[in-house]
């Protein structure tokens, strides 16, 4: 703006003095009017560059302000994967607590069948002894019973010894002989015979207690089954003394059921000593 002012009084200056000619003065107004007009295309082009500007800059805030609530987006969406992640986690958890419950389970389940078949084995066993066993348990000379899972023949003291003796008589071992006949058709079961004695101390030079009497009481047996065909692995002799009664040895029919014999079918301990802790931990 002073630039033009300056042409302008110059041209004005050089009018007033007469020293330029006309030619000279249109050249001056030539220049003077380009300088106009190129400070207006300036003035122009500097007013676009302001408004380009300004968009720009509000472009640059519209960003800012779009970057911003992506940010906060972005935190929203953290906030929320670590919560899915969380429970993604605890799902995986259940899933394996689960899987490993179900696996459990069936374990079980083939324990329990595996117990349930054996427990069907020897019910039939029982039911089969009874049936030949039918005329000495009706004769009262022994009994056929499920114990704590294992089947029991009891046969009274009076069937097979004297009192105070080891030595099985006569009548004792016939009823054995029956009794053996039918254990060695089990070959792949166990049988254990329990010698059992009342609490009256015994009054023997061969049997100082008794714990000998009723441990050779069940060794006589054990013999006499071998002998008739029971595979020697399959039967064992235990004996027990006044130490598991049947009954009250305080009276005269107590001590009379106490002193006995037990043949005892033990349970697939393969099975029970193996499996069933796992069953019922």
């Known amino acids: 703006m002073k630039s033009v002012l300056f042409i302008s009084l110059s041209v004005s200056a050089l009018l007033m003095t007469g020293c330029v000619t006309k030619k000279t003065h249109e050249l001056v107004l030539e220049e003077l009017n380009q300088t106009r007009s190129s400070l207006s295309s300036a003035q122009h082009t500097i007013e676009e560059q302001r408004q380009l500007m300004n968009e720009q800059l509000g472009k640059i805030k519209s960003n800012q302000q779009e970057i911003a609530r992506g940010d906060n987006e972005l935190e929203v969406l953290k906030q929320k994967k670590m919560a899915l992640q969380k429970e993604f986690d605890l799902l995986q958890n259940n899933l394996m607590v689960a899987q490993s419950g179900l696996k459990s389970s069936q374990s079980q389940l083939e324990v329990l069948k595996q117990i349930k078949d054996e427990t069907e084995k020897r019910n039939k066993i029982y039911a089969h002894f009874i049936a030949q ?53 089990f070959s792949e079961r166990r049988f254990q015979i ?63 059921l106490n002193r006995r014999i037990e043949i005892i079918m033990l349970p697939n301990l393969d099975i029970l000593s193996n499996e069933l802790p796992k069953v019922i931990q």
Request: a neutral charge; zero cysteines.
């Open 194 to 256: 329990e010698g059992h004695t009342d609490n009256v101390p015994i009054q023997s030079s061969r049997y100082p207690s008794n714990w000998e009497l009723s441990t050779a009481r069940a060794l006589s047996v054990v013999h006499l089954m071998r002998k008739n065909g029971v595979a020697s692995q399959n039967i064992s002799a235990a004996g027990f003394g006044e130490f598991q009664p049947r009954a009250d040895n305080a009276t005269k029919e107590g001590r009379t």
């Open 133 to 185: 066993l039918q005329k000495m348990i009706d004769g009262g000379q022994l009994t056929v019973s499920i114990e704590k899972g294992r089947m029991v023949i009891n046969l009274p003291e009076n069937v097979l010894y004297a009192t105070g003796s080891a030595t099985i008589n006569q009548k004792g071992q016939e009823a054995l002989k029956e009794i053996a006949k039918l254990l060695s058709e």
